[in-house]
């Protein structure tokens, strides 16, 4: 008998033991997200189903710890992106925030946790100064960048002899962060920028910014905008003829709903970058089967799906690590390769990027579209090594070069 209570002492003292590194009852993820703006179709509720997913596949606890997620909308505004994210730390005791789609609100919760030692993941925002000076230990980035998307999309235009560019940019961190890192790739390719100008997101009238870019006779018109002014501007370029008279459109932030809205009338010959697309394999199509299911039957973005990989990849971390720790989690992150549909095998580097390889897309043209998701053509998978800024120019502050 004696030995049976000692066993059962024991038993006790391990599980209290394997708990310990875990700071409340639950795991808490939340999907710090864009529900009801700019971004609320390439992220908001679909962000949420991804992670939803993500916990269902990994199962409902970590040793016993339940998994709970939790969802806010940011708003698209950072300040509000900050309150929240202070907010769920001090009442839900928040663990990890995923995706955040917004560059400037990225920016502010990095910084809140790196204080609070929480993990920050950033799936649809695109500053590459998130592993760069504005990186944490905290912290990663899990998809495009601004450095990555203009290495890959800039270099491929400027081979097709576009070598002259006018910007049209939202006025926040993104549209500022991808002007600037498109114009240095056209720029060092032996091209040239012509003019920029700038709009506030949300922007329902583009024809003053459209028409200076056609006066300033540009071959490419580059929108480096986020999806609904991106959309709204492709619309209206193709109201005023612009593209029909010679100048070309280049999307650097382009995903499967913006092709959807666009349709292929319009968006026919685009070409962009993206990290994921719903009909590149069989592993892709399996997981937007299950997302359709949740969503009404929309294909997952680029975004959505790399909240599920990032998602699943962190209860993986936590689980190894035993800890909710977010130098701890995001330590063992960086150990543990990468393997889904999302990323094959890629690893977190040392600044908190996921190496992950993009892919240079063009859309279809009518008469190739054989179903209403069948939108593009993948031309090429490009390297993660080629298109992402190396670590010794990152300027991360933790990281030894």
């Not at 990290?275 to 959505?304: E, H, I, V």
Request: hydrophobic fraction near 45%; aromatic fraction near 8%.
């Amino acid at each position: 008998m004696i030995g049976r209570f000692a066993a059962a002492a024991l038993l006790s003292l391990t599980t209290s033991l394997a708990h310990a590194e875990f700071s409340t009852n639950a795991v808490k993820i939340v999907v710090l997200t864009d529900m009801s703006s700019h971004y609320a179709d390439a992220a908001g509720r679909g962000s949420v189903a991804s992670a939803e997913l993500a916990i269902e596949d990994f199962g409902a606890s970590i040793d016993g710890v339940p998994i709970k997620l939790i969802s806010a909308d940011h708003q698209n505004k950072a300040d509000l992106g900050a309150l929240k994210a202070r907010e769920l730390l001090d009442t839900e005791g928040a663990d990890v925030f995923i995706d955040l789609s917004n560059s400037a609100v990225s920016l502010a919760v990095q910084e809140i946790g790196r204080a609070n030692d929480k993990a920050v993941l950033h799936v649809g925002s695109a500053t590459a100064a998130l592993y760069g000076e504005a990186c944490s230990p905290t912290g990663a980035l899990w998809l495009y960048d601004t450095y990555a998307l203009a290495q890959g999309l800039g270099k491929a235009i400027l081979a097709e002899g576009g070598d002259s560019w006018f910007f049209i940019s939202a006025d926040y961190a993104f549209g500022k962060a991808m002007e600037e890192s498109l114009g240095n790739v056209v720029r060092e390719g032996g091209g040239t920028v012509k003019g920029a100008v700038r709009h506030p997101i949300n922007n329902p009238d583009f024809s003053s910014f459209l028409l200076q870019a056609q006066k300033s006779g540009a071959k490419i018109i580059a929108l480096a905008n986020g999806p609904g002014d991106t959309i709204t501007a492709i619309k209206q370029a193709k109201e005023f003829g612009i593209t029909d008279m010679g100048q070309k459109l280049a999307t650097p932030l382009f995903d499967t709903p913006s092709a959807k809205s666009v349709g292929p009338e319009l968006g026919q010959g685009l070409r962009f970058m993206m990290g994921y697309y719903w009909d590149r394999d069989d592993a892709s199509r399996a997981f937007a089967k299950r997302f359709a299911a949740k969503m009404n039957g929309a294909m997952p973005s680029q975004t959505q799906a790399g909240v599920y990989s990032a998602t699943l990849h962190y209860l993986r971390a936590a689980a190894a690590a035993k800890s909710d720790s977010g130098k701890v989690v995001l330590a063992k992150m960086k150990e543990m390769p990468v393997n889904d549909f999302f990323a094959e095998g890629a690893m977190v580097r040392a600044d908190g990027r996921l190496m992950k390889d993009m892919f240079l897309f063009e859309m279809k043209k009518p008469s190739e579209v054989k179903q209403p998701w069948d939108l593009m053509t993948v031309l090429r998978r490009v390297p993660a090594a080629e298109i992402i800024r190396p670590l010794d120019k990152g300027n991360c502050p933790f990281v030894k070069s």
